[in-house]
DNA sequence: TTTATCAGCAACCATATGATTGCATATAGT
DNA sequence: ACTATATGCAATCATATGGTTGCTGATAAA
């Protein structure tokens, strides 16, 4: 039996538990949302502002890098981090199924791939 | 100085946390799966074709209620489980934000305020 | 009124997680 | 070369988390 569309059974579904988990802690989200509105930045630069350690800071961004949520990019002595948000969209995207905005969704990415 | 409407900073950025963190485990996940296309169920229907305790299922659903995901309704001795669909709709307009889908995310508010 | 079913509570356990401190390494600037 | 800065690695620690077992209470069915 070929698979329907909407199947969200067991599956993929819980695929996307490891991404949530990565948004799922408050200092990484902190992190995320400051990346996002201010653009790449190193690690010291995420700190400042920040009650957390540095090291804290860094093993969080490994997290957030695991998920690929954030990605690195090495210069010179600092690696400056910034947002993957084509994994982001995939987690909105799961969001739209189970919020019951699936339709919405279809028009969405229809109109994606028509451009 | 007034909020800019795009201000996703530390106030408001992080009390998401709790829910996506309550996204973030597969069982969990795979509850919401199914919960989503199987409608309302109790606590037992949920744990068959599971490989946790029913007790396990029961704990995940108190985390779930706690983050405002699904809600119970009590019926005689079992009470129904259902998903809290517009809860999830925030997380889907945070993840719209930080995914850059802003003004997308905007074009739907629009329509769903105008409705 | 028994009996079977559905759920809640509590104790317990192993492991994961968030955060810290201390030391080491690499690069930029002087 | 020397110094300051930016990061990485490892050990450690307290607590949170996911899961189990055992018992108790409530309600439907016989």
Redesign the interface.
Known sequence: MPRRH?N???GR??E???????????T???I??RL??GGPMSITHLTSGSRVTRQAISKHLRVLEAAGVVRAKRRGRESLWQ?E?RR??E??RY???????WD?ALA?LRKFVED
């Open positions: 909407n969200h059974g067991e579904s819980t996307s538990a490891p991404l949530f988990a990565a948004l799922g802690d408050r990484r989200l902190r995320v949302a996002c509105s947002l948000r982001l969209q987690a909105r969001l739209d199924v189970i919020s019951g905005q919405e969405r």
